[in-house]
């Protein structure tokens, strides 16, 4: 993201960095945020609020599921 110019790194002591966004980088937040916005918006459309949060917990449901039955080395296989 710095080779991007969108962050910008400063060191503020030894061995600690601070992280600020750019004004590009910025404006790239707010560009992504309009687009996740409107995706939204056409991904919902049509769909009840009450649908829409059963749909949610369905899949946190089948997430924590995936989760249970996956064994630990799976998930970290270095340890």
């Known amino acids: 993201m710095t080779d991007n110019g969108w962050l910008h790194l400063d ?11 750019t ?6 937040l707010e ?7 409107r995706t ?4 919902t459309d049509g769909v009840s609020t009450e649908d ?3 749909v949610l917990r ?4 089948m997430l924590d599921n995936l989760d249970a039955a996956t064994p630990r080395s799976e998930t970290n296989p270095t340890g």
């Open 52 to 54: 829409y949060e059963t």
């Open 58 to 61: 369905t899949l946190a449901t």
């Open 11 to 21: 060191p503020v002591a030894p061995g600690t960095t601070a992280m600020r966004i």
């Open 23 to 28: 004004d590009a980088g910025r404006e790239l």
């Open 40 to 43: 939204a918006q056409t991904l």
């Open 31 to 37: 560009q992504m945020s309009r687009t996740q916005a």
